[in-house]
């Protein structure tokens, strides 16, 4: 059965939870503006549906890996990352695997985009 109060709460938390990204996050803030760009593009273009859902994908695993790279640095912090060398290590790991989604997805999209760009002119 179904606890719609429990749902609802658990709704309610991760609703904090990209609030607190937006709200403290700049890097956060930019790939949802990007992401938004990709999204009218695909509008605008026409893109075919599995074209569609790669871009999705990539977007939805930029905005994830920004998440868990901001949670990671919570985490971190509260263990003081100059206690140990490896704190810093760890927050410069989860950055590269945002940076390297971002670089993924920006090709995808390169790849994606570029012949209906084409058509245009």
Do not use: C
């Not at 700049?26 to 949802?32: D, G």
């Not at 549906?49 to 790669?54: D, G, K, M, P, Q």
């Not at 927050?91 to 695997?97: G, T």
Request: glycine residues 2%; hydrophobic residues 65%.
């Amino acid at each position: 059965m179904i606890h719609f109060k429990i749902l609802i709460k658990s709704f309610q938390y991760a609703l904090q939870g990209l609030y607190y990204a937006w709200k403290h996050e700049q890097n956060f803030r930019i790939q949802i503006f990007f992401a938004s760009i990709v999204f009218i593009l695909m509008i605008i273009l026409r893109v075919r549906v599995i074209e569609a859902v790669a871009l999705i994908g990539v977007m939805a695993l930029v905005i994830i890996l920004e998440l868990l790279n901001t949670m990671f640095e919570r985490m971190v912090d509260i263990l003081k990352p100059r206690i140990h060398y490896y704190a810093s290590v760890i927050k410069d790991m989860m950055a590269s695997a945002v940076l390297v989604a971002s670089l993924s997805a920006l090709i995808v999209g390169i790849l994606i985009f570029f012949p209906y760009i084409l058509e245009l002119f």
